[in-house]
């Protein structure tokens, strides 16, 4: 079993950063990465970015590139995800997980050992 905790959400002004901070513990060697997603009120968990462990390589989606950065610490076994150029649609509770499957990072069922969730509310 892996255990995912959370941490960094809060209240930001429109333009504003925030890092959100990931700790996987348990049996993470069984783990081919990590990813974070998000989920608005009223709409489906979507994709935000996610790392792969073993060379570091990076996914992120298409309305967050370029403002929002994913990177990890393997000694620590921790998962970041630093946004910049916040924006009220990027208001959502955020969640990290654990991906133990071989398919694609950008597919939610490839990812298990859900953490809590962390929100993230942009004013504007």
């Known amino acids: 079993q892996v255990q995912v905790v959370e941490s960094g959400g809060g209240l930001v002004q429109a333009g504003g950063s925030l890092r959100l901070s990931c700790a996987a513990s348990g049996r993470t060697f069984s783990l081919y990465g990590m990813g974070w997603f998000r989920q608005a009120p009223g709409k489906e968990r979507e994709f935000v970015a996610a790392?792969?462990?073993?060379?570091?390589?990076?996914y992120y989606a298409d309305s967050v590139k370029g403002r929002f950065t994913i990177s990890g610490d393997n000694a620590k076994n921790t998962v970041y995800l630093q946004m910049n150029s916040l924006k009220p649609e990027d208001t959502a509770v955020y969640s990290c997980a654990g991906k133990y499957h071989t398919g694609s990072y950008y597919v939610l069922s490839e990812y298990g050992y859900w953490g809590q969730g962390t929100q993230v509310t942009v004013s504007s």
């Open positions: 790392i792969t462990w073993r060379s570091g390589k990076t």
